[in-house]
């Protein structure tokens, strides 16, 4: 195949090279920098992110802009998030061609706020929404999880997360109830989003290799609804999320006893929770014996409820 077939002249060894060359840089292994180098990679992430020519793509990480060529080639306008100080002059120029629907935000993705991205300017080309409405990135892997997390959490105008992570991190993201993945990451993201296909990636499509094996997994974000099939309230999604870091505090422990070490340790307000432990297992109806591991979404969700319960009662 000749590089006019190509979705992003850059995915490949000698083309990364040349342009970290040119630029006097080589890869940081502190920022996690590992470059795609294989197009059918980048060819499938945009097939599973089903980018189009109406979404406007939120990307972390953009490196010297392999990815980043892709996303541009089908979505109305990408803007992208890069704390590395020494990439924008690079992107600025790989980017070029497309510097009219491209905005570059310097800053550490998780210091990102709405004000942020409602000051990225809309192309004049397209009549869309300012705001971007998918994430699609190759994370840095140290920051993958708490990344993911933390946008669905604060950006509700995000329908979507394409992300490239380590393959533990994407087994935690997809865990089912009983498995050894499953744990309090598992039931707060699931309160936002669930998995909808994925696809692994070996070391060899990176430069240089990882120590990893990767996958890239989409999430689709939902809205958690409570037993009368109403969304749940924010109070709610945030007692839930206090709930599940209890019952995981000790993994190996049982409910009651996990609970009562989270809460132990978190001030008087904690203290009077531990003695409320028991009175809020049965307004759940959750047996105080079991793990955390065996939950379900719901159960987790009526431990919420008798939390919020609880506290107000007090």
């Known amino acids: ?60 990480g953009p490196g010297i802009g392999t990815l980043t060529i892709a996303l541009l080639k089908s979505a109305a306008h990408v803007t992208s998030v890069e704390r590395d100080a020494d990439l924008p002059a690079v ?27 409602a000051d990225t300017p809309a192309s004049a080309l397209v009549s869309v929404s300012p705001l971007p409405n998918k994430l699609v990135a190759n994370l840095p892997y140290a920051v993958a999880a708490t990344v993911v997390l933390g946008f669905f959490e604060r950006f509700d105008f995000l329908e979507s997360a394409t992300v490239m992570v380590q393959k533990e991190v994407a087994d935690r993201m997809a865990a089912t109830p009983g498995n050894k993945n499953y744990g309090a990451y598992t039931v707060k993201l699931s309160l936002y989003a669930e998995p909808a296909g994925r696809f692994s990636v070996s070391p060899g499509n990176f430069f240089p290799p990882p120590h990893v094996e990767s996958v890239v997994l989409r999430l689709n974000r939902r809205v958690p ?40 340790g978190r001030g008087d307000e904690g203290k009077s929770t531990v003695t409320q432990l028991p009175a809020i297992f049965a307004a759940a109806g959750v047996d105080a014996a079991r793990r955390g591991e065996t939950l379900t979404q719901a159960e987790f969700i009526n431990l919420g409820k008798a939390y919020l319960a609880a506290v107000a009662a007090r």
């Open 1 to 60: 195949m000749g590089s006019a077939s190509k979705l992003s002249s850059l995915a490949s060894v000698a083309a990364t090279r040349e342009v970290l060359d040119r630029h006097g840089l080589s890869t940081k292994h502190s920022l996690g920098q590992n470059f795609l180098i294989n197009d059918d990679i980048l060819k499938k992430i945009v097939a599973l992110a089903e980018v189009g020519e109406a979404d406007r793509v939120l990307e972390v």
């Open 91 to 117: 992107l600025a120029e790989t980017l070029a061609p497309w510097a009219e629907k491209f905005t570059l935000i310097s800053k550490d993705a998780l210091d990102l706020t709405v004000a942020d991205l």
């Open 225 to 264: 609804l409570d037993g009368e099939g109403r969304p749940l309230s924010p109070e709610l999604v945030r007692a839930t999320c206090a709930m599940a870091d209890a019952s995981f505090a000790s993994r190996r422990k049982t409910l009651a006893n996990s609970c009562k070490t989270y809460f132990s």
